[in-house]
């Protein structure tokens, strides 16, 4: 989970360099290190729980630990999201500054697409209201995160979910 996490730092860093709105690249970097701050908690109660052993105090914290990390994360995503939206400027030369870009524009594009196929399809009620029955949710980036086949562990790769769980699970 630790070097999961550090992997959406590195994401999160990568896009407050190239985002053009400063608004959104300061909440984009605050995110980040608040992730990191959480990330490094993480790693130093996982390595006191190995020490101590088991203890249901201990599981607790590791537990809060990993929920707080979870949390910290879908911010970052959601800073993310308005980066994208802002705009972004063109990546350097660095494959990994270039696969963050390619990973944004997919899903900028999917939420494209997602917002034409409503503005066509719209189900709007007597009011000009649309319709919330049927109507499908907009993509988001932990959706695209979530569909990432697991090759590797470069950004922005999710992490294999263990046990059933995703990353949305609050329930670890």
Do not use: Y
Request: charged share 25%.
């Amino acid at each position: 989970m630790v070097s999961d996490g550090q992997v959406v730092i590195k994401f999160g860093n990568i896009l407050a360099k190239h985002c053009l709105d400063q608004r959104c690249s300061t909440e984009l970097l605050r995110a980040a290190e608040h992730t990191q701050s959480i990330s490094s908690q993480l790693g130093i109660v996982a390595r006191v729980k190995a020490v101590t052993g088991e203890s249901k105090a201990s599981s607790e914290l590791l537990l809060s630990n990993v929920q707080n990390l979870i949390r910290a994360v879908q911010h970052v995503l959601r800073a993310a999201e308005a980066a994208c939206i802002k705009g972004l400027g063109q990546p350097s030369a660095d494959p990994e500054e270039e696969e963050v870009a390619a990973f944004c524009q997919q899903w900028r594009k999917n939420l494209t697409q997602h917002r034409a196929k409503e503005a066509l399809n719209s189900d709007r009620d007597e009011l000009g209201l649309r319709k919330t029955r049927g109507a499908k949710a907009e993509p988001t980036l932990m959706s695209l995160v979530q569909e990432q086949p697991s090759r590797s562990r470069s950004i922005p790769k999710h992490p294999n979910p263990r046990k059933g769980h995703t990353v949305t699970d609050r329930r670890l």
